[in-house]
C-alpha cells in the first residue's frame, strides 16, 4: 500500500475512444514515487458515469483528483462541437462526492490553463507535462507543507483569479508568441519506460482502448521547436524538443504489442523533427526483430505523422524496416505564398517546400508504405485561385488518401491567435472571425490589455458566457459578402469549390469538409459513425487507411449489423 491514493479521471466521453496516454504516464511517475494511483475512466461509461464516480468515491477517500483534458473542442470549423461542458458537469460531480483538491492538466488544459481553472471550478492546474509536478503536489499535500510554494503550479484564488507560482527554470528561448508561461524544455521522465497496462482494475486498459478504437499510443518525444502559425503544442508541449531514452520507448512499444496492441501511433510533434533521434528508435526496433523471431515486434504496425522535412532515403527506409504501416504527412499547402509566414522554425525561416512534399511520397511510394497527405486550408491571404491550386497540385501526388480541412481553430497562444487579438486591438473585428454559435462580430482584446483569464476565455465564451469557439476562414475565399460580413457565416461556397475541384472518379480517396445536406460523408473524428461501425467489425490502424475502401465496408457492416444497434456502446 502506497503512502496515499491519487485519483485520476479520464472524463473524455467521445468515441471512437483514444487512448489516455496521460493517465498511465502518470500513475507510472505517482508509482515511482511511492502513492497508490487509479484511473477512473468513464470513456466507456459514458451514459452512466455519475453512478461510476459515486460508486468510486464511496469507497475511496483519495488525497489529490487529477483530471486529463485532452480536447476543449472538436477544432473542426464544419463540425463545432464542445466538450467543455461535459468536463465541467463531470467535475462537478466529483466534486459533489469527494473532498480532496482537484488539479487539472492535459493538453488542451494546457492551451487556456488560465480560463479553464477558473471554468471548471478547478483547485490547482497544471500547464504541460505533468508527471513530476503531480508528484511535487501530492508530496505537499500529504506532508502539510502549502501548494502555493510550488513553482509552475496555477493556483485557484476564487472570484476569478487565478494565479501561476513563479520560479519555474526555463530553458526555453524567449518567443512573443508563447503565452505568459513559457515551458522551455518541461520536465519529464525521459529514462524509463511508462508502465502500460490491460485488463488491470482502476488502471488504463490499453488493449481494450485498442478493440474500440482501433489504435494504441507511443511517445517518442515532446515538445516543438518550430513556430507555425495555426499550432498550440509548443505553448502547450514546451518550445524545446525533450527526447525521451530509445530504449525506453522500444521497451514500451514491445510491451504493448504483446498485449496484443498491434498498432501504435506516433503522439509526437512530429515524428521526424529530430530525426537522428528519429532513426535511433527505428534502428533499434529493427535490431530487436532482428535479434529475436520471438520478439512482439514482429507484429507492430507503427503509424507515424511527419512533416515534409527532415526527411532522407534512410529514414524512410528504416520506417519501412521497423512496421511503418502508414504516414501521415503535414505539408499544410502547396504554395511558397500560403507557406510564409506560416510553417516557420522558431528563427523566423520556413523549413520545407512542397518540393519536399512531393519527394516524401515518391520515397514512400519506392518503400510501399502508405500515404495520407494533409492540406489545410482557409489560412490568411487563402483565394479561390490558391485553393485551385492546393487541389490540383495535391491530387497529382500518388498516395492514398488527401485530405482537406477549411478553417482554423484560432487558440490564444498560438501565434495566428495572438495576431487576430492584436488587429483587433478590442475595439473591431476582423474579416474571416466566424463561430457557428456567434450572435454578435467577434472582438478580440490582446493580452497586454486585459487580464489573462479574460483573454483566454474570448477564444471559447462571448461576452455573456456562452460557448464561441473562434475560428478563422479567409475572408478572400468565393463567399458572399454577407456571409463574412456575419459572425455565424458558413463558408458554403468554399465547401462546393472543393467538392466541385475533386473528379468524382477521385472521391474515393479524398478526405473533404462537409455541410449538412452537402453530402452523406463525414470526415471528422468525434462519433463518426462509419469509423465507430468500421472499428466494430475489427478494422485497427489510422482513420485515413480505411477511407478509400469505407463504400465496401459500409456493404459489409450492413450485412452484419440490424437497424436497432447502437454504434458506440
Avoid at 485532452?70 to 463531470?90: K, S, V
Avoid at 505523422?305 to 521497423?322: I, K, S, T, V
Avoid at 516524401?360 to 487563402?382: K, Q, S, T
Avoid at 484560432?410 to 495576431?419: E, K, M, V
Wanted: aromatic letters at 8%; proline letters at 6%.
Amino acid at each position: 500500500m502506497g503512502k496515499a491514493l491519487v485519483a485520476l479521471v479520464n472524463p473524455n466521453l467521445v468515441h471512437p475512444p483514444i487512448t489516455p496516454y496521460a493517465l498511465d504516464i502518470l500513475t507510472t511517475s505517482l508509482e515511482a514515487a511511492g502513492f497508490d494511483a487509479e484511473v477512473v475512466d468513464l470513456t466507456f461509461q459514458r451514459d452512466n458515469w455519475r453512478a461510476v464516480l459515486h460508486e468510486y468515491f464511496t469507497h475511496r477517500d483519495p488525497a489529490l483528483v487529477g483530471i486529463t483534458i485532452r480536447n476543449t473542442d472538436t477544432i473542426y470549423a464544419q463540425q463545432q462541437r464542445m466538450f467543455l461542458g461535459d468536463h465541467r458537469e463531470i467535475v462537478s460531480e466529483i466534486r459533489s462526492v469527494t473532498r480532496a483538491p482537484l488539479v487539472g492538466g492535459g493538453v488542451g488544459f494546457s492551451s487556456m490553463p488560465y480560463a479553464l481553472t477558473d471554468y471548471l471550478g478547478l483547485d490547482f492546474g497544471v500547464k504541460g507535462p505533468g508527471e513530476n509536478l503531480l508528484v511535487a503536489l501530492a508530496d505537499a499535500l500529504l506532508a502539510g507543507r502549502r501548494p502555493e510554494e510550488i513553482p509552475g503550479l496555477f493556483v485557484n484564488r476564487g472570484g476569478g483569479r487565478i494565479e501561476r507560482v513563479p520560479g519555474q527554470a526555463s530553458n526555453g528561448r524567449s518567443r512573443r508568441h508563447i503565452a505568459p508561461v513559457d515551458l522551455g524544455r518541461t520536465s519529464m521522465n525521459t529514462a524509463t519506460a511508462y508502465t502500460r497496462r490491460s485488463a488491470t482494475p482502476w488502471k488504463v486498459d490499453n488493449l481494450r482502448y485498442y478493440r474500440a478504437g482501433g489504435l494504441g499510443n507511443i511517445l517518442t518525444k515532446n515538445g516543438c521547436a518550430f513556430a507555425c502559425a495555426h499550432c498550440v503544442e509548443p505553448d502547450a508541449k514546451g518550445t524545446l524538443f525533450t527526447r525521451r531514452s530509445v530504449e525506453a520507448v522500444v521497451d514500451e512499444m514491445e510491451s504493448l504489442v504483446a498485449q496484443g496492441v498491434h498498432d501504435l501511433h506516433t503522439t509526437d510533434s512530429e515524428f521526424n523533427l529530430v530525426i537522428a533521434h528519429s532513426k535511433a528508435v527505428l534502428r533499434e526496433i529493427v535490431r530487436r526483430k532482428g535479434a529475436s523471431a520471438a520478439s512482439p515486434l514482429h507484429d507492430l504496425r507503427l503509424w507515424v505523422y511527419a512533416q515534409p522535412r527532415p526527411f532522407d532515403e534512410e529514414l524512410m527506409a528504416l520506417l519501412a524496416d521497423a512496421g511503418c504501416a502508414g504516414m501521415n504527412l503535414a505539408p499544410d499547402h502547396v504554395r511558397d505564398d500560403m507557406l510564409d509566414g506560416w510553417k516557420l522554425t522558431a528563427g523566423g525561416g520556413r523549413y520545407y517546400t512542397f518540393d519536399d512534399a512531393r519527394e516524401v511520397c515518391e520515397l514512400a511510394r519506392r518503400h510501399d508504405i502508405p500515404v495520407m497527405v494533409e492540406v489545410l486550408l482557409g489560412m490568411p491571404g487563402e483565394t479561390e485561385e490558391t485553393v485551385r491550386d492546393a487541389v490540383r497540385r495535391t491530387l497529382d501526388l500518388d498516395v492514398a488518401v488527401v485530405g482537406y480541412s477549411l478553417g482554423i481553430r484560432a487558440f490564444p497562444y498560438s501565434p495566428l491567435g495572438i495576431r487576430l487579438a492584436e488587429e483587433c486591438g478590442g475595439t473591431r473585428t476582423v474579416p474571416g472571425l466566424q463561430s457557428d454559435t456567434a450572435e454578435e462580430p467577434i472582438v478580440l482584446t490582446p493580452m497586454r490589455s486585459c487580464p489573462v483569464v479574460q483573454y483566454e476565455r474570448q477564444f471559447v465564451f462571448d461576452a455573456r458566457g456562452r460557448f464561441r469557439p473562434v475560428y478563422y476562414l479567409s475572408p478572400l475565399l468565393p463567399e458572399e459578402p454577407e456571409t463574412v460580413r456575419t459572425p455565424g457565416g458558413r463558408w458554403a461556397n468554399s465547401v462546393r469549390l472543393l467538392w466541385d475541384l475533386v473528379p468524382e472518379q477521385e472521391r474515393y480517396r479524398v478526405m473533404l469538409p462537409t455541410l449538412a445536406g452537402l453530402t452523406e460523408d463525414d470526415d471528422n473524428y468525434a462519433d463518426n459513425p462509419f469509423l465507430l461501425r468500421a472499428v466494430q467489425l475489427g478494422y485497427t490502424g489510422a482513420f485515413w487507411s480505411h477511407w478509400p475502401r469505407r463504400t465496401e465496408i459500409l456493404k459489409e457492416i450492413r450485412t452484419v449489423e440490424t437497424p436497432a444497434q447502437v454504434v458506440g456502446t
